[in-house]
C-alpha cells in the first residue's frame, strides 16, 4: 500500500496582527483531526504553526489531491476560522478564498504539498515550512539539495545520487509545466529557477528508476484573489537518505540565509532565517521571514517524531547572519532593493496609490 504525506496550511487567523496562530487554533485543528483518524479518513497527523499559520501535517493511503483529505483539511481551516473570530483575532479565514469547498483545494487559497510513495523499510522525511514568503524561496536550497556537489556530496560520492535528478519547475504565472534533468540540464534550470516570483520547483524526482523525492506547494493567493491578500508562505515535503539527499544535506542550504520576497506588506526582500519550532513568531518589521523544519520517520502510515531541527545550536550563526543582513535591509527603508519591484508590487496597495496620483503627472516637457 502506498502512502501519502500531505502538508497542508493557511492563515485564519494570528494574535496581535500578523505574528502567530495561537494554541486554541491548533487545539480545534487536532480536535478535528484526531475525529477523522478514529473514523479512518486518516492514518496519523501533526499540527503545528509557523507564524501566522496554522500548519497540518497528515499521512494516508488516499494518494495525491484526494477530495476526502482536502475537504477534511478545508473544514479544519473553516473550524479554526470560527475560533479565531470567536477571539476577535487579525484575519480570520483571510487564505479561505471560497464559500465552499469544490473537491480539491486548488485554488482555494491554502497551500498543500504531497508526496506519494512506497514507504521504504526506514522512511525519513522533513516538512519545511515558512513565514512571510513566496514559494520560489525554496527555490535555492531545493537546487543546493538536488543538484550542487558543493552541498550534497552524495551527488559526488554516492553510486544512488551520482544520476542526478528531474526538477519540475512551474511558471506561476502562464500555468505551465517544464521536466529538466541535472546535471545534465543544471543551467537550463538554473536559467529559469533564479526568477523565483515566475518560476517555482514544484517537484524533484530520483531517477532511473524514477521515485518522488520532494514537493513544493506553489499557491500564488494574489494570482488567485487578483489583489494583496498576504504573502504565501509555502510549505515543502522532502525524503531523505539512500536514494536521496542524507537529512544533513538536506539541512546545509539554510545554513544561508538568502534573500527571499515578503517580509512586511509581502512587499519587500529579507534574509530567511532558519528557526526553531518555539521560534516560528516572526516580529520585526512583521519578519524577517522565517522556516522550520520537522524531522520524521514514517512506518505503515504513523508519524514517527518530530524532531525540531532547526534547533540546533548549528544553526545560530544563520540566526546571527540573517539579523545582520535584516539590519542593513532595513536601513533602506522604501527604497529598493528592500522594497520589491513594480512587477512585485502589482497586488498591493500601490497600484491604487499610483491612480489617484495619476491625473496630476504630465508630460516632462511641459
Known sequence: MRTTISVIKADVGSLAGHHVSPEPLLEAARAELSRARKEGLIEDFYVTRCGDDLELIMTHFRGEGSGEVHSLAWETFKRATDVARELGLYGAGQDLLSDAFSGNLRGMGPGFAELEFEERPAEPFVVFMADKTEPGAFNLPIFRMFADPFNTAGLVISPKLHRGFAF???????????????????????????????????????????????????????????????????????????????????????????????????????????????????????????????????????????????????????????????????????????????????????????????????????
Open 168 to 366: 519540475e519547475v512551474l511558471d506561476v504565472k502562464e500555468g505551465r509545466v517544464v521536466e529538466l534533468s541535472a546535471p545534465e540540464e543544471m543551467y537550463d534550470i538554473l536559467a529559469l529557477i533564479g526568477e523565483p516570483g515566475r518560476y517555482v520547483v514544484r517537484r524533484v524526482y530520483a531517477k532511473d528508476p524514477r521515485e518522488p523525492a520532494a514537493a513544493v506547494s506553489t499557491t500564488r493567493l494574489n494570482l488567485i484573489a487578483g489583489k494583496y491578500v498576504g504573502k504565501d508562505d509555502p510549505v515543502a515535503v522532502v525524503r531523505a537518505q539512500s536514494r536521496f539527499p542524507a537529512l544533513g544535506e538536506i539541512l546545509e542550504p539554510f545554513t544561508f540565509p538568502h534573500l527571499v520576497a515578503g517580509w512586511m506588506r509581502g512587499s519587500h526582500a529579507g534574509p530567511l532565517m532558519p528557526v526553531s519550532e518555539a521560534d516560528a513568531r516572526p516580529s520585526r518589521f512583521d519578519g524577517p521571514p522565517r522556516v522550520m523544519a520537522l524531522g520524521f520517520n514514517v512506518r505503515r502510515g504513523r508519524l514517527i517524531g518530530p524532531s525540531d531541527l532547526f534547533s540546533d545550536v548549528a544553526f545560530d550563526r544563520a540566526r546571527a547572519m540573517a539579523n545582520e543582513v535584516a539590519d542593513y535591509m532595513r536601513r533602506h527603508g522604501p527604497f529598493m532593493p528592500h522594497r520589491l519591484g513594480a512587477e512585485e508590487m502589482e497586488y498591493t496597495t500601490l497600484p491604487q496609490v499610483l491612480e489617484r496620483l495619476e491625473g496630476r503627472f504630465r508630460a516632462a516637457g511641459d
